[in-house]
């Protein structure tokens, strides 16, 4: 961490929806903790972790990444969802937890296709950049995004007035940051996908955004009984598509197996399509429902971050969608 000011990264693109948001006070962690699906006690200060928030019958109702600035400050950032709408649902379960959750509505997202030191940034792996102001607060957090393909993001907690973080928000760049989170299989969740799917079911072992070992979280049981049950008889399907199609749809295989669209991007003519199909997805000849040519692809490796619950073979048998919830 350093405190004085440095100069200016190397990220071209400003990304839509910052969505941030922070809790701090004596009781941030030991919140985080009780209520999230990853075991924030892994992370020392400035490191990150993917994360959820889940409904009671284990469903994904937020994933984003996770970091600790110190003992008593998280930031939350959310690649797709509203930060007020979550921190004030996040505040119904406050009670008498001394933590304040907060929306950081002034927050600046820049992006960069480029490794984080290429970018001009020491950030690597699950360790984070953090620089802070005069007054000791954060102004500006670089996170190593690489996967299969090197990115880097920056979370500015305001614009700096220098006119570089107020540019438009770059479609392509935005388009192409989203295809790549597909490729990798980080699912950019929307409408129909919120409170629908498990994190097995949109394949989150492989990002380790969940941990099986930790204490009681929201769905928690749902989730420890599926992987060690190995219930999840459905998971994330990587697809490319020459014509578009909306999240919530269906595309079919000749053997009869279906898949439902969770998320979609277009990169360079084409659409990358992330799907909750059969985890056994040898099948031949999927399409959408008007007749278009899916081309089942491989999930990039390299996006998860050390904390988390290791990916575990997958298994088929009973979907745990078919198991009573206690």
């Excluded at 995004?145 to 935005?174: F, H, I, Q, Y």
């Amino acid at each position: 961490m350093t405190i004085k000011p440095e100069p200016a990264l190397n990220l071209p693109h400003r990304l839509e929806n910052p969505g941030l948001v922070q809790l701090s006070g004596r009781d941030a962690l030991s919140f985080a903790q009780s209520q999230f699906a990853n075991d924030v006690t892994q992370l020392a200060d400035g490191q990150w972790q993917w994360n959820l928030w889940l409904s009671a019958k284990g469903r994904v109702l937020a994933l984003f990444a996770l970091v600790r600035l110190d003992a008593q400050t998280l930031l939350l950032w959310l690649p797709d969802l509203d930060a007020e709408s979550l921190a004030g649902q996040l505040q119904r379960f406050r009670f008498r937890s001394k933590v304040e959750i907060g929306a950081l509505g002034e927050a600046v997202c820049r992006a960069g296709f480029e490794s984080p030191e290429r970018c001009g940034s020491c950030a690597s792996g699950d360790l984070a950049q953090i620089e802070r102001d005069a007054t000791g607060n954060w102004s500006r957090i670089t996170l190593d995004m690489g996967g299969a393909v090197p990115r880097t993001l920056c979370l500015l907690s305001r614009s700096d007035g220098s006119g570089a973080t107020d540019a438009e928000s770059d479609g392509a760049a935005n388009a192409r940051w989203r295809a790549l989170d597909i490729a990798h299989g980080l699912p950019r969740l929307r409408g129909e996908g919120l409170d629908a799917f498990t994190p097995q079911m949109l394949g989150l072992e492989r990002l380790r955004a969940f941990s099986v070992k930790k204490g009681c979280y929201p769905g928690q049981e749902i989730v420890a009984r599926t992987h060690f049950l190995g219930q999840a008889k459905r998971g994330p399907l990587r697809f490319a598509l020459q014509q578009r199609v909306e999240a919530g749809a269906r595309l079919g295989a000749e053997s009869g197996e279906s898949a439902q669209v969770v998320s979609v991007a277009e990169s360079h003519g084409r659409f990358e399509v992330l799907a909750v199909g059969p985890r056994e997805a040898a099948a031949p000849g999927w399409r959408t429902e008007s007749g278009c040519e899916a081309e089942l692809l491989a999930l990039l490796d390299g996006l998860a971050r050390p904390a988390g619950t290791p990916a575990a073979p997958w298994h088929d048998s009973a979907d745990a969608d078919d198991q009573p919830v206690r």
